[in-house]
T-cell receptor, first 114, second 112 residues
Framework: AQSVTQLDSHVSVSEGTPVLLRCNYSSSYSPSLFWYVQHPNKGLQLLLKYTSAATLVKGINGFEAEFKKSETSFHLTKPSAHMSDAAEYFC????????????FGPGTRLSVLP | DTGVSQDPRHKITKRGQNVTFRCDPISEHNRLYWYRQTLGQGPEFLTYFQNEAQLEKSRLLSDRFSAERPKGSFSTLEIQRTEQGDSAMYLCAIGTDNYGYTFGSGTRLTVV
């Protein structure tokens, strides 16, 4: 079975410090991987995606993620947190590239302290 | 504007009533998905359409749930005899598996 684990349910950082949101996946095949962000009372927004091209993927708002097959990880990072980054972040896997639906992780809530 | 319009934004209904939600993609797209998100959880897949054909249904979709996409454009999701456990955010999305989905803002259902 395919699954996504987000190791931290809540991460708190100070403004201007680095962000690391961890994600591990299990999949029988080489998956496509995504990070989505959800701000309070807003819809889900695609941050970035990995689809078997470059393993380091750059997304919007300064976020990036690195696909590490040996570690089955796809951690999300940002060098310097901004107050507007406070939101819920979901790691998502399309398990086998032939499936018709995504599997979402449980989410990580990011708080940014002034 | 997310490219996917969902109506209504909020719905409060009494247990046992029927409700219907609508999803309107702004542009034509072959694939349309419905997801459900409960508080503190990630979205869970409900069902998926390729044009007007409903190709896959999750086991979460009990027989009280029905979805249609009659002309391959907008879609409706109906819940009959609502239960308190149906309270959730219902999300519609369009897109492709490799390039990601565009989600609507969702319909928040509260069953009282």
């Amino acid at each position: 079975a395919q699954s996504v684990t987000q190791l931290d349910s809540h991460v708190s950082v100070s403004e201007g410090t680095p962000v690391l949101l961890r994600c591990n996946y299990s999949s029988s095949y080489s998956p496509s991987l995504f990070w989505y962000v959800q701000h309070p009372n807003k819809g889900l927004q695609l941050l970035l995606k990995y689809t078997s091209a470059a393993t380091l993927v750059k997304g919007i708002n300064g976020f990036e993620a690195e696909f590490k097959k040996s570690e089955t990880s796809f951690h999300l990072t940002k060098p310097s947190a901004h107050m507007s980054d406070a939101a819920e972040y979901f790691c998502v896997v399309n398990p086998d590239n032939y499936g018709q639906n995504f599997v979402f992780g449980p989410g990580t809530r990011l708080s940014v302290l002034p | 504007d997310t490219g996917v319009s969902q109506d209504p934004r909020h719905k409060i209904t009494k247990r046992g009533q029927n409700v219907t939600f609508r999803c309107d993609p702004i542009s034509e797209h072959n694939r349309l998905y419905w997801y459900r998100q409960t508080l503190g959880q990630g979205p869970e897949f409900l069902t998926y359409f390729q044009n007007e054909a409903q190709l896959e249904k999750s086991r979460l979709l009990s027989d009280r749930f029905s979805a249609e996409r009659p002309k391959g454009s907008f879609s409706t999701l109906e819940i009959q005899r609502t239960e308190q456990g149906d309270s959730a955010m219902y999300l519609c999305a369009i897109g492709t598996d490799n390039y990601g989905y565009t989600f609507g803002s969702g319909t928040r259902l509260t069953v009282v």
